[in-house]
């Protein structure tokens, strides 16, 4: 071993130093135990199939599918703010930054192999918490068409077994499935930008609190405000402007529709996948800029 | 000529203060040049501007003005860093990796293939005597463990130019020493050191050139030995001289016009008394 110069041909963009950092994120966030939310979600799941049973049979799974629904929306965004928030503040305070950045990797990919990371991570959550969901469902599925075959007179059994299936599971829940997962990618995003420039990681966590908050009240507030009288155009400006900035969050996931079994037009769910994927990459792009001009 | 391993130039570097109008600069219109193969020594009290020209060698804050370059690359390139590991002050790294998983990790970023990587891991496993540790999770490691894997990732590219910022911090005297002699291993493959340290005597065993920073002014630069000589006096160390060769000196000093400054026992370091007095005893 002597001093010669590097062996290596350095590559400005590589997916394999993106993989790497991806894959030891995913790690590092398994490590800290995120997936105690997971079982959260299935004991609430579960007590709510429980309690439920004494319900009329759509409303069973009626309730089921929102309260799953809800409690998949919910864990995703706060696994999404919690996991991101605390990335780039821990690596700064370890100086394991350093020890990456002083190789030959670019900031792009160190922020692109983070935020793959938990991506990653939100996407096998959201597969085990859907599997969970899915299992209960037939589960109660299959109670429900026992019990009627039991009960139902023969000549209503027929449409009785056909009212059951259409409640229980149905294809329609799975793009709503789908956008609660860019829901929380887009918190992810929004997450990981105010990381790049906050002091500490409760900073980001409260700040990423607010914009949820805001994305889901700012279409009421808007509507309300602009149907009143004399609006103030400095106001109203303003109002465009936190439009812009931070998407209708209820308008993003739609869960409210599918629970009730409408289903989402593909039309429909394309412009929302677009448009929240447009969001995510917004963020991230403003947060690699500010990234790339951090003094470390 | 050969290409200096680092070469800075007239480099200044001024920090904003927040919500304020003044300014603190770090470094002031700093000069300097690391030949390859020369092990250098920055100096300098707690805020004296090293951490910060490490910083911008490294690539890692951008110069408010001046130029930095390593082997003949702007420091502000990705690909100058091909050239560099950087063991940062008091690293922490991936706990849940092993030590062996870490060396795989860095050598991914350093974009090595996969046989190279397991070569190279084996390799500085072994020289830096981690060879039993390499299945442990590093956050079993002791702190002169996390320090020798620490300059093993640095090293996992095989770089021409090695950082080291207090790399014996918080180390025990044993695990010191062998930081130490790892560093003067790689001064003999012809590995270029950039070393930070508060530990003088440490550095004036290892250092061929020092730099002195004080309040990001360079106040001193040159070969160790030059600076620290007194020119005006000699050392004589003498083994087994009898008492009357010491009078005859003494007559002889005194008939000149030299005088003697001080005549003792020479001592050796408190280190090599404690390594001494610690280290297990051969049977």
Known sequence: MTASPAATQHKAFSPARIAAIASNTFLELVRLKVFYFLLLFALISILISFFASSLKIHEQFQVLKDVSLGGMSVFTWLLAVLATAMLLPKDIEDRTLYTILAKPVPRFEYLLGKFFGILSLLFVAISLMSVFFVAILYFRESVALSEAVATTPPNELAGELAAIRAHAFNSNLVPGIALIYLKSALCAAFTLLISTFASSSIFTTIVSFIVYIIGHVQPVARAAYLDAANPSPLLKDFLALVAIMIPDLNALTMVDDIVVGNAVPLALFIKIFLLGSTYVCVYFGIGFLIFWGKEL | ?283
């Open chain 2, 1 to 283: 000529m050969s290409t200096p391993a680092i070469s800075i130039q007239n480099l200044t570097k001024v920090y904003p203060i927040p919500f304020k109008k003044e300014k603190v600069t770090a470094v002031k219109d700093l000069s300097l040049t690391v030949e390859p193969g020369q092990v250098y020594g920055l100096l300098g009290p707690n805020g004296s501007g090293k951490s910060t020209t490490m910083k911008i060698v490294l690539g890692l804050v951008s110069p408010t003005s001046g130029r930095t370059e390593i082997f003949g690359r702007d420091s502000d390139t990705v690909e100058s860093r091909e050239d560099v590991g950087f063991l940062p002050e008091n690293p922490y790294f991936y706990k849940y990796l092993t030590g062996e998983e870490t060396l795989h990790f860095y050598g991914k970023l350093c974009g090595l293939s996969r046989s190279k990587i397991r070569e190279r891991s084996k390799e500085l496993l072994k020289l830096v005597g981690l060879e039993n540790a390499a299945d442990r999770r590093l956050g079993g490691y002791s702190k002169g463990m996390l320090q020798r894997i620490g300059l093993a990732q640095a090293m996992i590219q095989e770089p021409r130019l090695l950082v080291l910022d207090e790399p014996t911090a918080g180390v025990d005297p044993a695990g010191s020493r062998e930081i130490r002699d790892l560093i003067l291993d790689f001064k003999h493959r012809g590995i270029t050191v950039l070393l930070c340290s508060h530990l003088l005597e440490q550095v004036q065993e290892i250092c061929d050139r020092v730099g002195i920073l004080d309040h990001g002014v360079l106040i001193r630069e040159g070969k160790l030995t030059d600076l620290i000589s007194i020119e005006s006096q000699t050392e004589i160390i003498l083994e087994n001289a009898p008492p009357a060769l010491l009078a005859e000196i003494r007559s002889l000093v005194a008939r000149s016009s030299a005088q003697v400054i001080e005549e003792r026992k020479p001592q050796k370091t408190l280190e090599r008394y404690f390594l001494d007095v610690t280290s297990p005893k051969k049977p």
